[in-house]
C-alpha cells in the first residue's frame, strides 16, 4: 500500500512541476509585454467632425498601424474635440490626457515660438509644399525639441494658403478692411490684420460660423478647406484671394506612451508617420480646397483674386510682420534668422 502512494505521490509531483514551468513561461510572456510588445490601443484626439477628410486618414493611418505592427498597436479616434477642447490638445497629450493629439499650433500662442515660421506671411503656394517644408526644418534645428517637450512629433503639416472671406462687404483694397471685425487663427496673422487696419478676433475654427452668423465678426482668414468643412460658405459671401499665410498643424504622441512601446513598433511608426504623413496630408488639404472653390462657387459666394500690383500694396503693411518674428525669437534666445532663411530658401526652390 506505501507503495502505491509513493507512485501516486510521484505522479502529483511531476504534474506540479509541469504547472509550474507552464506558468513561468506565461510569466515571461508578460515580462516581454510590459517592456512595450504587449498589444496597445491607443486614443487619437481631434477636433475635426467625424465627416472630415482627415477621419479617414486617420482611421487609415489605424489600419497601416496594426497591420505594419502584427496587431501590437492600434488607434481609436475620437474626433469633434470630444477628449480635448481645440486649445487643450497639446497638453492634453504632454501630460498623457490622451496618448495622441491633433491640433493647430496656433491654438496655444508663444508655445511654437520657431513652428511659427511657416504661419508667416507668403510662406507656400501650397498645402504639400508648406508641410514638406514645415517638417524638414523641425528636424533640421534641435532647437525645435523644446517646443514639443513631453511629447513626440508624428508629423507636422500646412493647411492650404488662407483667404479672407467677409460677409456683407467685399474687400478688394486695404481701405476697404479698415475697422472690420476678423477673425484670426494666430497671433501672427492678428499683427498683420492690425496693422491693415481691421481689429483681429482670436477664435478656434469650430466658434467661427456662429460667430459669423451672429455679426461677431465680420469675416474670417481661413484656408479654402475650412470653408468647406465648417460649413462657412453658408454665410460668407464674398472671398479675397491672396494666399497670405498657411495655418500650422501638429500630430502628437505623450512622449511616456512613446517611450513604453518597443523598438521595433517605434520604427513601424516612424516609417508611417514623418514626411510620409506630413505630404499626404498636405495633398488631401490641397484638394479640398479645390473642391471648397468650386462648392463655394455653386452656392454664390464672389470671389476676388488680389493682381500682383495690388498684392504689392497688402504686402507694405504685412511684411513688417516678418521683421518683428525674426526680432521676437532672436530675443528670447532663439535661431530665428537662420530658421527664417531656411524656410524662404525652401520656399523659393
Not at 69 to 90: F, M, N, R
Not at 120 to 142: Q, R, T
Not at 148 to 170: C, E, I, N, S
Amino acid at each position: 500500500m506505501r507503495h502505491v502512494f509513493s507512485k501516486t505521490n510521484l505522479f502529483f509531483s511531476l504534474l506540479l512541476t509541469g504547472i509550474l514551468i507552464a506558468l513561468t513561461a506565461c510569466g515571461g510572456d508578460d515580462t516581454s509585454e510590459a517592456s512595450g510588445d504587449a498589444a496597445k490601443n491607443l486614443d487619437f484626439s481631434h477636433f475635426f467632425p467625424s465627416s472630415h477628410f482627415m477621419e479617414e486618414e486617420i482611421k487609415q493611418f489605424s489600419k497601416d498601424l496594426k497591420d505594419k505592427t502584427d496587431g501590437d498597436v492600434s488607434i481609436t479616434s475620437y474626433p469633434g474635440a470630444s477628449l480635448a477642447e481645440p486649445d487643450k490638445h497639446y497638453d492634453a497629450a504632454a501630460t498623457g490626457s490622451v496618448d495622441i493629439a491633433l491640433s493647430v499650433h496656433g491654438y496655444t500662442p508663444n508655445q511654437f515660438p520657431l513652428t511659427s515660421v511657416m504661419e508667416l506671411p507668403f510662406m507656400s503656394e501650397n498645402a504639400v509644399e508648406g508641410s514638406k517644408n514645415l517638417w524638414k526644418i523641425y528636424n533640421e534645428f534641435d532647437e525645435f525639441d523644446d517646443e514639443y517637450a513631453g511629447t513626440k512629433p508624428l508629423w507636422l503639416y500646412t493647411t492650404d494658403p488662407g483667404q479672407l472671406f467677409t460677409v456683407g462687404k467685399q474687400v478688394k483694397s486695404v481701405e476697404d478692411l479698415e475697422g472690420m471685425k476678423i477673425r484670426s487663427p494666430s497671433p501672427e496673422t492678428s499683427e498683420w490684420l492690425e496693422a491693415l487696419g481691421a481689429t483681429p478676433v482670436s477664435m478656434p475654427m469650430n466658434e467661427n460660423f456662429e460667430a459669423l452668423e451672429r455679426g461677431v465678426v465680420d469675416g474670417t482668414i481661413a484656408p479654402w478647406e475650412a470653408v468647406k468643412t465648417w460649413g462657412l460658405d453658408e454665410v460668407v459671401d464674398y472671398a479675397t484671394i491672396g494666399n497670405f499665410y498657411s495655418t500650422t498643424m501638429f500630430v502628437v504622441m505623450n512622449q511616456g506612451v512613446w517611450d513604453d512601446l518597443s523598438k521595433k513598433n517605434q520604427e513601424a511608426i516612424n516609417e508611417l508617420t514623418g514626411k510620409r504623413m506630413a505630404e499626404k496630408t498636405g495633398e488631401r488639404f490641397d484638394q479640398f480646397g479645390k473642391d471648397a472653390v468650386k462648392q463655394a462657387k455653386d452656392k454664390g459666394v464672389e470671389i476676388y483674386e488680389l493682381s500682383d500690383d495690388e498684392l504689392n500694396n497688402w504686402k507694405e503693411y504685412i511684411e513688417p510682420t516678418i521683421q518683428n518674428w525674426i526680432d521676437d525669437v532672436e530675443d528670447r534666445g532663439l535661431p530665428g534668422q537662420k530658421v527664417y532663411d531656411r524656410a524662404v530658401e525652401l520656399s523659393n526652390k
